[in-house]
């Protein structure tokens, strides 16, 4: 991967978006988390929460004291949306609520108004909603059902002030991904499903792969196409179709690269281990990486024998277990 670019810990990168990192850095966050505040004024929708880091908090809480006044006792933040289950992107949701009274009850004309929580759906939620028990009762709106959180649906629209936010269900990085449409600004929050540097992790290829061809087909206003991609971790994208068919692209080419190595020359008798394919592939990269390609390598060969263009002997373990292309992808 290229050199990360340098990101400031509170950037207004829009009218209506302004970023605030999670202050996490890492090799799988990269300059860390982002989170964004959505909105021209109060109340504002805020995008994921971090990790939990508390360094976190007095960038946000500087970010949200740059906003406008809030006036007749309008909450300051109506609403949380956690993009999807991995905990870098919640995790920081008792500081962020904590700081929300705070703010709300330094001002004497104002009372505090709970927010919101909102995700999609998913079976791992499980945890989430153990971890919000654990937060002072008043904290946030519950539900009026036994979840906490409240639900979003598929092209479900969510509106905070002039503001229009419309939720689209891309799986793949994780069972219950989300990307999110700013109307106003034909712009797309792709969380982790697209990133502002390198490539995304995924779960399942197959799943992941049509979630990008659906962010494309994504309109604003049903006749326009997006151009700007605020992701999940990394920069701006300002050209984000561009880069979201440079993602296909890539897995595509990775996938050619497998069967190639799989047609010719033949190994182990036509047979060939994820390592081995590995080996051909990354042959020109350190060896320390070829481990975490693996991951991605076996992904591919699961698409492809879904598709039945390659074939499995079954090992004890996938590190034994053996491909090879079926006489479908020698078509």
Known sequence: MDKLEILPPVQRLSERVLRVLGQ???????????????????????LDTGEGKPEY???????????????????????IIISHEHRDH???????????????????SHSFHPPKIHKYPNQLDANLESYLKTLPLGSFVHTDNEFILHELDEKETLRAGDTTLQIFHTPGHTDD??????????????A????????????????YLASLQKMLDVEVDGKAPFSTLYPGHGPVLHN?????????????EREREILNVLRSPPINGGYATV??????????????LWQPASYGVHLHLLKLREESRVEE???PDIAETKWKASSIAAL
């Open 192 to 207: 982790d499903s697209v990133l502002g540097q390198g490539t995304a992790v995924f779960k399942d290829l197959k799943t």
């Open 275 to 288: 390592m081995d394919i590995v080996s051909h592939i990354y042959a020109a990269y350190p060896q320390s």
């Open 90 to 108: 919640w995790g920081g949701l008792d500081s962020v609520l904590s700081l929300l009274r705070k703010l709300a009850q330094a001002k004497s």
């Open 313 to 315: 002997v079954p090992g």
């Open 24 to 46: 996490n850095p890492g090799k799988f966050t990269l300059q860390g988390t982002n989170t964004y505040i959505i909105g021209l004024r109060a109340p504002y929708v805020l």
């Open 177 to 190: 991904s989300i990307c999110i449409l700013l109307h106003e600004e034909s712009a797309l929050f792709t």
């Open 240 to 252: 984000g179709r561009k880069h979201i068919k440079e993602y296909i692209e890539h897995r595509l």
């Open 57 to 79: 908090v007095p960038h946000l809480e500087d970010a949200l004291k740059q906003l406008p006044e809030s006036t007749n006792d309008t909450p300051l933040v109506s609403d």
